[in-house]
């Protein structure tokens, strides 16, 4: 059973910073790329930041230079370091698990965890 366990969401205030951890379990983690993802209630769930299994990294543009992505093979965890937190950045955080090997694409997805940014 593939479980992705999402942590570190709370309240913070503008400016401040926050570390989202997911540590994955029943799934070869290395083989796979991991992603942070967003979600505003009424609107589609946009990529944050992704890093591949070989650690290239992308970030969406409203993050970059704000926000890190990285991975510990050997915990099975990825990491987003969110700084200079903006009242924007408030939505739900996914956690994303994708592997392909054709024909077949697998994606696995966290629970979601809250992040308020709010004096």
């Known amino acids: 059973q593939v479980q992705l366990v999402e942590s570190g969401g709370g309240l913070v205030q503008p400016g401040g910073s926050l570390r989202l951890s997911c540590a994955a379990s029943?799934?070869?983690?290395?083989?796979?790329?991991m992603g942070w993802y967003r979600q505003a209630p009424g609107k589609q769930r946009e990529l944050v930041a992704a890093?591949?299994?070989?650690?290239?990294?992308n970030y969406a543009d409203s993050v970059k230079g704000r926000f890190t992505i990285s991975r510990d093979n050997a915990k099975n965890t990825v990491y987003l370091q969110m700084n200079s937190l903006k009242p924007e950045d408030t939505v739900v955080y996914y956690c994303n698990a994708h592997h392909s090997s054709w024909p077949k694409e697998y994606d696995y997805w966290g629970q979601g965890t809250q992040v308020t940014v709010s004096s």
């Open positions: 029943g799934i070869i983690f290395r083989f796979y790329a």
């Open positions: 890093i591949t299994r070989g650690g290239s990294t």
